[in-house]
């Protein structure tokens, strides 16, 4: 329990200094930090719970023991790299003293990211008792539908984590045209890549389902629920990208609403209320009808701060990149 401790909080340490890292342009160090990161973890997590060598088997200590380590060494990497002065950060003793003010505008940002972790949590919650109440063939579905949307979800993310620091440039340095660019190229991308996974769901949901199992009910039910779920896979990444954007210009209160609009505002409600009158057509229905939704009210607040912000919506910009 002290190891997963201390691997929470080196865990914390890291994705700080990763976030600084990019914000100043350097997205290649943040990247390959993060993957000696997890590669030390793989290799060093089976050594210590079975036991290789000199090192004693420990178990499931061991494997936190290797997150550790693995942990230790990304946050080595970057400590180097601000040891050696290249950074444009420039850290004074005073520099890591408590400031209310500054604590307020980190988190006021940040809140939006943390309510749709919560959000996610409280989703899968809710989703998985309303599976289970129809039985065990849609609750393993339901696993698969969440493994799918992983997938399209992460690519999105990593757009909208992308995205910001372009975003935050441009916008502070008057570049509205870019800031435009920006956020309509990440935002087709986004639906791209969606659209991608919606013909690989509609043409063959079958053979995606099969991988997962060869059960004659879960072959029955599966591909009818994915085709339902997959029509939400357009959208998926324009929530990411617009609260981004909300992020990228300061703005705490649009970014909190837009980030969490899918999950708590429409999810939610979607997911107690239509399988009760649906039944469990009415569950797969909850999340493309949430996805809409959610996408409606991001779309209509950021057409109304990009007039307001006299931001351009432009495919390309003629101003020239920072």
């Known amino acids: 329990m002290l190891v997963e401790t201390y691997s929470l909080a080196l865990d914390f ?3 700080v200094l990763v976030e600084l890292v990019r914000v100043e342009g350097r997205s290649i160090l ?6 000696v ?33 693995g942990r230790g060494i990304g946050v080595s990497v970057l400590l180097i790299y601000f ?8 850290f004074r003793l005073s520099s890591f003293l408590p400031n209310l003010k500054t604590m307020t505008e980190i988190y006021s940002i940040g809140i939006s990211q943390t309510m749709h972790a919560a959000g996610g949590s409280v989703i899968q919650i809710l989703a998985s008792r309303a599976a289970a109440s129809f039985g065990v063939i849609p609750l393993a579905v339901l696993g698969v539908l969440m493994k799918m949307n992983s997938i399209v979800n992460a690519f999105c993310l990593g757009i909208g984590r992308g995205m910001l620091p372009l975003v935050a440039y441009n916008f502070a340095a008057q570049k509205k045209e870019r800031v435009g660019e920006v956020v309509v190229k990440a935002g087709l991308t986004s639906v791209m890549w969606g659209a991608l996974w919606w013909v690989v769901a509609t043409l063959f949901s079958t053979q995606v389902m099969s991988v997962f199992s060869t059960d004659p009910d879960f072959l029955a039910g599966g591909p009818p629920a994915l085709l339902m779920y997959a029509l939400g896979f357009f959208l998926v990444g324009l929530q990411h990208n617009l609260g981004s954007f909300f992020q990228g210009i300061g703005r705490a209160v649009p970014s909190l609403v837009v980030a969490s609009s899918r999950d708590i505002i429409f999810l939610i409600p979607c997911l107690l209320i239509m399988p009760s009158i649906l039944g469990l057509t009415g ?16 779309l209509t607040w950021t057409g109304i701060a990009f007039r307001s912000l006299k931001i351009p919506f432009r495919l390309r910009s003629t101003s020239p990149a920072l």
Request: zero cysteines; charged letters at 5%; proline letters at 6%.
């Open 30 to 35: 943040a990247n390959a930090s993060m993957i």
């Open 283 to 298: 569950l797969w229905a909850a999340y493309p009808v949430a996805d809409a939704l959610s996408v409606v009210l991001s």
């Open 13 to 15: 340490f890291l994705v």
């Open 83 to 90: 040891g050696l002065g290249k950074s444009i950060y420039e």
């Open 37 to 69: 990161s997890s590669i030390a973890d793989l290799i060093w997590s089976p050594i210590l719970v079975f036991g290789v060598g000199p090192f004693p088997a420990l178990g499931i200590a061991g494997a936190a023991l290797g997150t550790t380590i």
